[in-house]
């Protein structure tokens, strides 16, 4: 069988095994997707909503477009038979500024959900931007605010003939300070939708939604109830992200946060 495996910094991520042959239920029409039998979702950036870049995996709410003009999930293809290779197209992702006529047309919760989640993190796209040269910025005034630390701590001989300085350590005791997250109307309306979607699922499986909902929460300003779903994280999944999040519904923070895992 065909076999691609990746490697990224050395780091063996994904392995693709030939593909699976699907076909779309509203007309019939056959796609072909990877097979990933081995998952990694290592990426170079993570954010609290969910949204992730430079990752292998499939980063999306499984949203696609089939050929007639439908939209469609992919967890709802239908699987045929797998293949070494294959000539079938892929499903086409929706793009970014049809999102809304797809939230309106969704003919059910699933659809709507995957909608709305794939709609919060476009919205978001314009603070990553703001957020990444903010942070950008903070760590030029941190590095040039060090630089002057060490040139005073030294003799004036070494300044004197520009004696090269040690390399660069951020300050560890210095906090990451966040721009003003302030979502539009469009946000909040788009925000409130779907909290309401996943309570409403929650319902049945109390246990799932708990990391949506908690950011969603917290992103609408709603802190109370962001503290009652990541308190209700089953203790198997609380890890970097859960607790990041506690930290930020305590400091009362709203915005999408950048991390590392
Ligand atoms: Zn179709």
């Not at 004696?163 to 005791?173: A, C, D, F, K, M």
Request: net charge neutral.
């Amino acid at each position: 069988m065909n076999e691609a495996v990746i490697y990224q910094g050395g780091l063996k991520l994904t392995i693709v095994r030939g593909v699976r042959i699907v076909a779309a239920s509203c007309c019939g029409k056959q796609y072909a997707l990877p097979r990933y039998p081995s998952m990694n979702f290592m990426a170079f950036e993570y954010w609290t909503d969910g949204w992730r870049v430079g990752s292998l995996m499939p980063n999306d709410s499984g949203l696609r477009v089939c050929i007639c003009g439908k939209f469609i999930l992919l967890r709802d293809l239908v699987e045929m038979r797998f293949a070494d290779e294959s000539d079938l197209p892929r499903p086409e992702k929706i793009p970014a500024e049809r999102l809304p006529e797809c939230i309106e047309q969704a003919g059910d919760v699933e659809m709507e959900v995957a909608a709305r989640v794939a709609y919060w993190r476009e919205l978001n796209h314009a603070y990553r931007e703001v957020y990444r040269a903010h942070r950008d910025q903070e760590e030029i005034t941190l590095k040039s605010a060090w630089t002057a630390d060490r040139r005073k701590e030294r003799s004036w001989w070494k300044n004197f003939v520009h004696w090269p300085l040690p390399e660069y350590v951020r300050y560890g005791n210095v906090r990451i300070t966040y721009p003003p997250f302030e979502p539009n109307e469009q946000q909040m309306a788009n925000m409130e939708a779907l909290a309401s979607l996943l309570k409403q699922k929650q319902k049945l499986e109390p246990s799932q939604y708990r990391k949506s909902l908690g950011e969603l929460y917290r992103e609408l300003g709603r802190f109370d109830e962001a503290t009652e779903q990541i308190d209700g994280l089953p203790k198997d999944e609380w890890g970097v992200t859960s607790l990041l999040m506690k930290r930020l519904i305590s400091d009362r923070e709203r915005a999408p946060v950048r991390y590392r895992m």
